[in-house]
């Protein structure tokens, strides 16, 4: 069974990134042909499809936080990060780190995924920025 876990100190002062890690067990992050994403949700909204990192290492970003996204791997401790930079109020958000079980075939990229398999526990963002 393929479980998540977020970790990861949030925001980062004074540089106003914020950073997350999802520690994966049960399944590699390498295997085909499954995505690793991170979606949030803030006060009011559904959920927002941020980005994903693929077996492949392939990152692929929502255009509206291209500029300020990055996605990455540790294949050696089976986990994917994110990073945000230059933080706003309009960042404030659950967090979630999510599997999609390789149900697109590797073949569905830069755009979120139908549904997901496995989710992370959430990280709240709500500081004061």
């Known amino acids: 069974q393929v479980q998540l876990q977020e970790s990861g100190p949030g925001l980062v002062l004074p540089s106003q990134t914020l950073s997350l890690t999802c520690t994966v067990s049960g399944g590699s992050i390498t295997t085909g042909y499954y995505s690793w994403n991170w979606i949030r949700q803030s006060t009011g909204k559904g959920l927002e499809w941020m980005g994903a990192?693929?077996?492949?290492?392939?990152?692929y970003y929502s255009p509206s936080l291209k500029s300020r996204t990055s996605i990455f791997r540790d294949t050696s401790r089976n986990q994917f990060s994110l990073t945000i930079t230059s933080v706003t109020p309009d960042d404030r958000a659950v967090y979630y780190c999510a599997g999609d079980g390789g149900a697109g075939g590797g073949r569905n990229r830069g755009r979120p995924p139908a549904a997901f398999g496995s989710w992370g526990q959430g990280t709240q963002a709500t500081g004061s920025w």
């Open positions: 990192i693929h077996y492949d290492g392939t990152p």
